[in-house]
């Protein structure tokens, strides 16, 4: 298993981005969290094979039709976050 920290940024709040990146990343088998940053960008760390994790930052490039997704900055997880995770969940905004 790998793990990917990614950062999402344009407009991605109000659109239902977590929402459908967690859609996604749960039909991918992909686990970990997505959640709001105040700065307006939506970060999340996941978790699962390499084909899956590529496949969802792929995805995340475009996102929910009513987002217009700018950049997608991906990096390996800050330290606090490297742990394995049991599911994907919608985390609460930092």
């Known amino acids: 298993m790998e793990s990917v920290q990614i950062r999402v940024s344009g407009r991605v709040q109000g659109v239902g981005f977590r929402f459908a990146l967690r859609d996604e990343a749960r039909a991918l088998g992909i686990k970990g969290w997505v ?9 999340a760390l996941l978790q699962g094979n390499r084909d899956a994790l590529d496949a969802l930052v792929r995805w995340a490039r475009r996102g929910p039709r009513a987002a217009q997704v700018e950049r997608v900055e991906q990096h390996a997880p800050e330290r606090e976050f490297a742990r394995a995770y049991d599911a994907f969940e919608i985390w609460p905004s930092a």
């Open 35 to 43: 959640r709001n940053r105040a700065d307006g960008s939506v970060e």
